[in-house]
């Protein structure tokens, strides 16, 4: 088919649906936006609504948008209710304003990637937000039972420092209690100084009265005066007596009030200290946790004092009893002495026994007294710490009880969290499928190889030129073949300086979707030497020119672990085969004694009513981690067929097919996915005449062509709608038919060589990956079971 058709003129792509050459008449599932940079620029507090986002003449041009989309994705917000409109919006296509066409579909790309990159700011920001609660409910807990502990060691501490305060202030209160007394016995003393003082000063009135009277009356009373006079001396005696007594009355007042004073002092002293104590408890008691176990033994301990003061109360009633009643007897028996005393000499014996006892049983009292008070004392001790133990109790529980609902709000907010960003990814895979359904179901990248050393370039003038126009930036390249410049435009053009890291940015968002339960296929067109197994292999043990497949997988093993927060566990199965003349050999056979049975073995291709594909008795791998893949990589390329021919010193003879089965399951919400990644690396396209091919090269080079050409006639049979595809006419277009005519996402990559000497093979690639791009496929399905909802999740 290939070479039937080489000859006649381009069909451009922008033909489909009626529409001539030109910018406009590129089919609208294959546009893609233009001029959109990076996320990045100013950004500013106040955000923009999404009403902005939607309404068309906020909505920068295509050229002009650049620099203002990391603004924008900084300054808009999204709703619930919006975003589901703008998931479920369809531009309304006018049916001959293609450029007005482009400008909807360009318009709602921008939204959508907006929205998307909103989307994944939020949803870091609900990863983030998760794993700072946590954080602070791990911290909580620790921080908890810190202070249990710190709260029991604190407990005895002060419980030690109480009591030593509570010695201390006893034997303060007994030293204030003895200076008191001492103060109350110096007033009565000065009180009774001066009562003397009054006496004597009547005394003396008196006195002189009598001596006046007597000078009257002198001669008479001479003996009287003279005894007067010893009086006075006497009385004077006690007067000076007396001033002394009242001097030395004075001094230990003076000495009083000093040590009044300096009791008054220190009182103060006490009563501060007391009241920072009390201060210091009562702030300790709010920290303060008591155990269930010392509430217990204080109920114990006081129940057992109550049941042992009730006991001595009843043995000192029984010994008053036994007190009245011995006293009662002494009675008795003193009367009895009294009246026989005289009569029996016995009875001084008994007398003194009797005391004896009387003694033994006032000092058992009294013991059994001043037992009962330190027991009374011991009860009322116990019923303050009863006290302080209840209400350490309340405060500990009160603060147990805030501590439980900070840990609910903590826990309450991590769920909500959770469920949150579950709905988020839900929102996140359905925004992703809807803008890779707007590029189109099935896509055509073009990737031209660099020059090597050893191409013969010459003095010829290049072969290959990229339009600089602004709506082919990156989409259109023209190749010239004698003279002549045959355009064409794809999803994406890939430059000879283009790397291995930016090619697989473009495909990333496919692999994504397989991960999400897509079945995704990616395949690699082009003649020998163009570099087909480069862009799909590459250079494994060069990290920076590894191929699409090692990176494939790599980014899908790390967006597994990372979803295993989400509650997702996957499980992956891998297979490797090739098509060589039109028969399957399986890759993974282990041993080398097999090549025969693998040559001789008949595998069949089935395909289900889900659109699965298999192929009977081919090996199938579980795999864990990317270096198992790659070890199986290996293996596979070693078991491929490889030959010589005059494009290539070791051509790929065969088509390269590997397929990655994921089953996914959500141990949350209990949904299953399940998705295909196949990567596939045909054999080279060359015609007989440019590959040089002979005997076993000849039957293979034809072979290939013959499936390549089947491909063509699929392809070609698809473009036109056809009712009947001829799938089955080759084991390659059977094996692809759910990717092709299915619900599959079909990426294809057409590789050309730069060389003047390859411009009529490019040719025919491009001209087939023309045809492949006008080509409408079926809408992808994603591969579900039926959810069981948590109750918890709305």
């Known amino acids: ?54 309404k068309r003449q906020d909505v920068t041009a295509s050229g002009d948008t650049g620099g203002t989309d990391g603004s924008e994705i900084e300054n808009i ?73 710190e709260m029991k060691n604190k407990e005895e501490n002060f ?8 010695k201390e202030n006893t034997s303060l209160q007994e030293k204030l209690t003895k200076e008191e007394s001492e103060k109350l016995e110096a007033i009565d003393c000065h009180r009774r100084e001066k009562e003397a003082r009054t006496a004597l000063e009547t005394l003396q009135a008196s006195l002189s009265k009598e001596l006046e009277k007597a000078q009257q009356d002198i001669l008479v009373a001479n003996q009287r005066a003279t005894s007067l006079d010893d009086m006075y001396k006497r009385l004077q005696e006690y007067n000076l007596s007396l001033q002394q007594y009242n001097s030395k009355l004075h001094a230990e007042l003076e000495t009083a009030r000093e040590s009044l004073k300096r009791v008054e002092k220190e009182k103060a002293t006490i009563v501060e200290n007391l009241s920072t104590l009390r201060g210091h408890y009562n702030s300790l008691q709010e920290q303060l946790t008591l155990s269930r176990a010392s509430q217990d ?71 059994q007294r001043e037992r009962i008070h330190l027991l009374e004392h011991q009860l009322t001790a116990a019923n303050e710490k009863l006290k302080m133990a209840d209400f350490s109790t309340a405060e500990a529980r009160t603060e147990f009880e805030e501590l439980r609902r900070t840990t609910r709000d903590l826990q309450e907010r991590l769920m909500e969290a959770e469920h949150q960003l579950i709905d988020g990814e839900k929102l996140r895979k359905k925004l992703h499928n809807t803008i890779l359904e707007l590029k ?68 990333s968002q496919l692999i994504q979707s397989a991960l999400d339960g897509y079945k995704v296929c990616i395949f690699a067109y082009g003649q020998t030497g163009s570099g087909k197994t480069y862009t799909m292999m590459g250079k494994t043990e060069t990290p920076d020119q590894k191929g699409l497949i090692p990176r494939s997988l790599e980014q899908i093993f790390q967006a597994s672990q990372s979803l295993l927060a989400q509650g997702w566990k996957y499980k992956m199965q891998a297979s490797m ?13 282990t041993n080398k004694s097999s090549a025969a049975e693998n040559t001789g073995k008949q595998y069949t291709i089935k395909h289900d009513a889900n659109g699965n594909t298999y192929v009977t008795d081919l090996t199938i791998v579980d795999v864990c981690s990317i270096q198992e893949i790659s070890s199986l990589l290996r293996q596979a390329a070693q078991s491929r067929s490889v030959g010589k021919t005059q494009m290539n010193e070791q051509s790929s003879r065969s088509h390269f097919v590997f397929t990655l089965r994921i089953s996914g ?18 054999a080279g396209s060359e015609r007989l005449s ?59 990559f057409v590789n050309i060589s730069p060389e003047p000497t390859s411009v009529g093979e490019s040719l025919c690639s491009l001209r087939f990956a023309a045809r492949v791009n006008a080509c409408e496929i079926g809408i992808p399905r994603r591969q579900t079971t039926a959810r069981i909802v948590d109750s918890r999740v709305s």
């Open 159 to 166: 419980n030690g420092v109480i009591s030593d305060l509570r």
């Open 577 to 589: 085969l090739e098509i060589y003349n039109e028969n399957i050999r399986d890759l993974l056979l």
């Open 77 to 149: 917000d999204f709703t619930k209710e919006e975003v589901e409109a703008l998931v479920n919006e369809r531009p309304k296509m006018k049916k001959f304003d293609h450029k007005g066409n482009m400008e909807l579909v360009n318009e709602l790309n921008t939204r959508l990637k907006l929205c998307i990159k909103w989307f994944q700011k939020r949803d870091e920001a609900n990863v983030d937000e998760q794993g700072k609660l946590r954080n602070t409910l791990e911290s909580s807990e620790k921080k908890c039972a810190d202070m249990e502990v």
């Open 1 to 54: 088919m290939a070479s039937r058709n080489q000859n006649r003129p381009p069909r451009s792509p922008s033909t489909k649906d009626g529409v001539g050459a030109g910018g406009g008449g590129i089919p609208l599932d294959k546009r893609r936006r233009i001029g959109i940079g990076r996320i990045g620029g100013p950004t500013s507090t106040d955000r923009k609504p999404f009403g902005s986002v939607n």
């Open 440 to 507: 189109g179901n099935i896509r055509v990248f073009c990737r031209v190889r660099p020059l090597l050393p050893d191409d013969s370039v010459g003095t010829e003038a290049p072969v290959i030129s990229y339009p600089t126009s602004v709506e082919n930036l990156d989409r259109g390249i023209d190749l010239t073949q004698s003279g002549q410049k045959y355009p064409f435009t794809f999803d994406k053009v890939f430059s000879h300086d283009a790397s291995q890291q930016d090619v697989f940015v473009e495909i």
């Open 297 to 367: 033994e204080a109920m114990n301990q006081k129940e057992s004092l109550v049941n042992e003061v009730k006991c001595l109360r009843g043995e000192l009633q029984q010994v008053r009893d036994d007190r009245d009643r011995q006293t009662g007897q002494v009675q008795v028996l003193t009367a009895e002495v009294l009246k026989y005393k005289e009569s029996t000499g016995k009875s001084f014996a008994e007398i003194d026994n009797l005391m004896a006892k009387t003694k033994s049983l006032e000092e058992t009292c009294s013991t």
């Open 690 to 748: 440019k590959s040089g091919a002979t005997g076993d090269r000849l039957k293979e080079t034809q072979a290939i062509n013959k499936s390549l050409s089947c491909l063509s006639d699929v392809i070609f049979a698809l473009a036109k709608k056809e009712d009947h595809v001829p799938f089955r006419n080759s084991k390659l277009t059977y094996l692809l038919q759910p990717c092709l005519g299915g619900d599959s996402k079909t990426l294809m």
């Open 665 to 682: 399951v959500n141990e949350n919400t209990e949904q299953q996915v399940q998705g295909v990644l196949n990567l596939i690396d045909l």
